[in-house]
């Protein structure tokens, strides 16, 4: 089983650094084959963009080979030239933006299914803000107001990016809604990778992540392990 990378958004710049380099190490160093999936910014026509940014940022932390996949709706991650990328592929970034839009097109698509075989054989899987909400059983969809299934990678998990501004303000509703999951709140330029030993997580960047399992909450700042099987007594 390969490894999650879930950050909290504001990616490509500032303390992310940490994560993402962290990410190209597990994923082989910076030889390794790297896909940008663009997908869930792509309602706003902003996928271009933001591929290239991304693009530009690994580039700039010594990735030599980094792609920016054509992903974009259903039908390009049905097609088998994105899948077959995927698969080859040692890190798979998906890119912030809309997440309820990014599950619909992932879910039980050609594309996640490569993206789940590279995973267990090893590669990195990482996603900021909508890219890491939809890995997790369900997530707060703020435009619709709505909860949605995600993906269910991490099960009896809800991911809660932007925590240090607005994401917090959905934790009151989400507790009522799933009182038996995991909430786990991701500040910008946080992320948190099960690297450390059995699955553990470790957190790096500027902020921190908060994790709620009923009424209680705890905190980790970079450089702290966590274990999302057993809380910390």
Do not use: C
Not at 198 to 203: E, I, L
Not at 215 to 224: D, L, M
């Amino acid at each position: 089983m390969g490894y999650l990378v879930l950050q909290g958004g504001s990616e490509f710049g500032g303390l992310m650094r940490a994560s993402d380099l962290r990410a190209i190490a597990l994923a082989g160093g910076r030889d390794a084959a790297v896909a940008i999936v663009p997908a869930a910014a792509a309602p706003d026509g902003n996928h271009r963009r933001a591929g290239k940014n991304g693009l530009k940022w690994f580039h700039m932390l010594g990735a030599r080979n980094v792609t920016v996949l054509p992903l974009v709706d259903r039908q390009s991650a049905d097609d088998p030239d994105v899948a077959s990328g995927l698969r080859r592929s040692r890190l798979i970034y998906m890119l912030g933006g809309f997440p309820e839009y990014l599950a619909g097109v992932l879910q039980g698509s050609t594309g996640w299914k490569a993206i789940r075989a590279a995973l267990a054989e090893g590669a990195v899987l990482a996603g900021s803000s909508a890219g890491a909400m939809v890995l997790g059983d369900f997530f707060y969809n703020p435009v619709s107001q709505n909860l949605v299934n995600g993906l269910g990678l991490l099960q009896a998990t809800s991911i809660v990016p932007h925590f240090n501004s607005f994401g917090r303000a959905w934790v009151d509703r989400l507790q009522k809604e799933l009182p038996s999951a995991n909430l786990i709140g991701i500040d910008e330029e946080t992320g948190m990778i099960n690297d450390g030993p059995a699955g553990t997580w470790s957190v790096y960047g500027a902020g921190a992540v908060v994790i709620h399992r009923g009424h209680k909450s705890e905190r980790y700042g970079a450089g702290q392990r966590l274990d999302l099987e057993r809380p910390q007594q």
